[in-house]
């Protein structure tokens, strides 16, 4: 017998905010304090990472904090969303690459936004359906993720450094007005 039921959606029982809020963008990236999310899946660390080292070197951006989310499936919790956003004025969460870490990258990412913090999320191609319909669920159904080939959890090094090769310019024109 079950004597309470989990949504997995993270929600309250009030239910999904009805406005989608999005941030404003930074006007440049240059000096830019970049916070970095890894969800636990495979390679999301090391492709971050990757990803940190080039909006650094291309941009003249900073990453100030990477941290590492306790759980895959779950939407970040309060106290490191804040954490994350304090020392932050962009973030870049991933990896969705399976049906509830897309789910769940897509809510950190509506709740940065909420933060004021621009955001970019990464999702592969083949859990696009499962971070759309999050981003329903979240009051947003417009919210923008960014797609890139799946998978990403069996890319080797040189693969994942290539995965971010092929996705810093998009991460930056998501989170960056200049960047276009």
């Known amino acids: ?17 009805s406005v989608a809020t ?6 440049s990236l240059k000096g830019a304090r970049v916070g970095l999310l890894n969800n636990t899946k495979q390679n999301a ?17 900073t990453v100030t904090i990477q941290r590492t989310k306790p759980h895959v499936a779950f939407p970040v919790d309060e106290p490191q969303l804040k954490e994350v956003a ?6 870049v969460v991933g990896v969705g690459d399976c049906g509830s870490c897309s789910a ?7 709740l940065f936004e909420r933060e004021g913090i621009p955001t970019a999320v990464i999702v592969t191609e083949a859990f696009e359906v ?4 999050m981003a329903e669920v979240h ?3 417009d919210f923008e993720f960014l797609l890139t080939p799946h998978p990403v959890a069996v890319l080797n090094q040189e693969q994942v450094a290539q995965r971010a090769a092929d996705l810093v310019d998009v991460v930056a024109k998501r989170v960056c007005e200049a960047v276009k």
């Not at 017998?1 to 905010?17: E, H, K, N, Q, Y």
């Not at 971050?48 to 003249?60: F, Q």
């Open 86 to 91: 304090a020392v932050s004025d962009v973030v």
């Open 139 to 141: 009051g947003d159904k």
């Open 1 to 17: 017998m079950f004597d309470r039921i989990l949504d997995p959606t993270g929600l309250t029982s009030s239910g999904p905010a």
């Open 22 to 27: 999005a941030a404003r963008r930074v006007p």
């Open 45 to 61: 660390k090391e492709l971050l990472a990757e990803i940190g080292k080039l909006l650094e070197s291309r941009y003249g951006a």
């Open 130 to 133: 499962t971070a759309r319909a």
């Open 104 to 110: 769940s990258a897509t809510a950190d990412g509506i």
